[in-house]
Nanobody, 124 residues
């Protein structure tokens, strides 16, 4: 499975950005796609996850500001980000793995078999 992210860039505080991550294929109809973000010297932070059944889970720092969605036909997950602050500045990575919705919902699960290259988001 190959993951390709797009949509990063620079934006001012309070602005919006939409990230996309397209997966090449899945051998199963049950899969989990997630967004992580990472800044130098800090642990990778799980931002949001979306299961193929549509169940979404968010990290506390982005609840109410970010919306994750999945287009199953395109195998593409989106992250709509609004009310951005400089604290949201990071490299955003897409991840995916075939798994059940129960595991996908667990915010402590950070091991994903497939990762994208990441896209930089800078908020000033």
């Amino acid at each position: 499975v190959q993951l390709v992210e797009s949509g990063g860039g620079s934006v001012q505080t309070g602005g919006t950005l939409r990230l996309s991550c397209a997966a090449s294929e899945f051998a199963t109809s049950r899969y989990c796609m997630a967004w992580f973000r990472q800044t130098p010297g800090k642990q990778r932070d799980r931002v949001a996850s979306v299961h193929s059944d549509g169940t979404t889970v968010y990290g506390d720092s982005v609840k109410g500001r970010f919306t994750a969605s999945l287009d199953n036909t395109k195998k593409t997950v989106y992250l709509q980000m609004s009310s951005l602050t400089p604290e949201d500045t990071a490299k955003y990575l897409c991840a995916a793995k075939p798994r059940t919705v129960l595991t996908c919902r667990r915010r402590d699960v950070v091991d994903f078999g497939y990762w994208g290259q990441g896209t930089q988001v800078t908020v000033s």
